[in-house]
């Protein structure tokens, strides 16, 4: 499969600027009699129209690399609303929405995905590519998020989703105002990494109280981080 996306990406680069002018047929040139002027270099082709489609299987290729084919398919949703490519129209650079129907030629690509358990959107995360589209997860710390939330839709944490909200909430922490998220630990540097559910509990000028519920025993406890830290 990889193998024939990548046929299409060099296609589709290929036939980026270097499509002639449309010429007048000999034939035609005679019943007009018109008179020939000096040859001139054909002007390459204004505009690429991007092939979206291939972009989002090569950035699919490497989510199922991370989550597995069954998890994306169960739970991955690509939110088109809140996706964008960064275009070049001549002279300039356009924002448009990951879809629009408009010609450009492909500056980068940074496309927004959910993962959606239970009907609801549990974490958002994108995917970034320039034009050649080698999509990765916008940061590291993305990516092993990811890593954490493909053992939670395998079933390897003992504390769920829904566990993680309840505990959370019992402990003073309000969602409307806090995202849940899973985190890994970052004193475990040993390749099996822990992870922990985390939210805001509070927050001032000069620091952020979490809550950070174990995802194997439900355990929690409470970090706080001051502006000093953080920066």
């Known amino acids: 499969m990889r193998i024939t996306l990548l046929f299409g990406l060099i296609v589709m680069l290929a036939s980026c600027g270097n499509e002639d002018v449309n010429t007048p047929s000999e034939e035609v040139m005679e019943e007009n009699e018109v ?5 001139t270099e054909p002007e390459p082709k204004a505009n690429c129209y991007y092939n979206g489609n291939l972009a989002e299987n090569l950035s699919k290729e490497v989510i199922v690399d991370l989550l597995g084919e069954t998890n994306y398919s169960e739970f991955i949703r690509l939110d088109r609303a809140e996706s964008f ?14 879809g629009d129907e408009r010609y450009c030629t492909p500056n980068s690509y940074d496309l927004r995905y959910q993962i959606v358990i239970d009907g609801e959107a549990v974490f958002s995360f994108r995917m970034t590519s320039g034009a050649d589209m080698k999509f990765e997860p916008v940061s590291t710390i993305v990516e092993e998020q990811l890593e954490g939330y493909q053992k939670l839709l395998s079933g390897d944490f003992a504390t769920s989703y829904a566990d993680a909200r309840k505990i959370a909430i019992e402990n003073g922490v309000d969602l409307s105002e806090s995202d849940l998220e899973l985190v890994p630990d970052e004193q475990n540097t040993t390749h099996n990494k822990r992870y922990y559910w985390e939210a805001e509990l509070e927050y001032d000028h000069n620091s952020i109280a979490l809550l950070q519920i174990d995802v194997m025993t439900g355990n929690v406890k409470k970090k706080v981080l001051t502006i000093e830290s953080i920066e």
């Open 85 to 98: 490519i960064n275009c070049k129209s001549g002279n300039d650079i356009e924002l448009l929405s990951f």
């Open 35 to 39: 008179e020939v002027l000096p040859e």
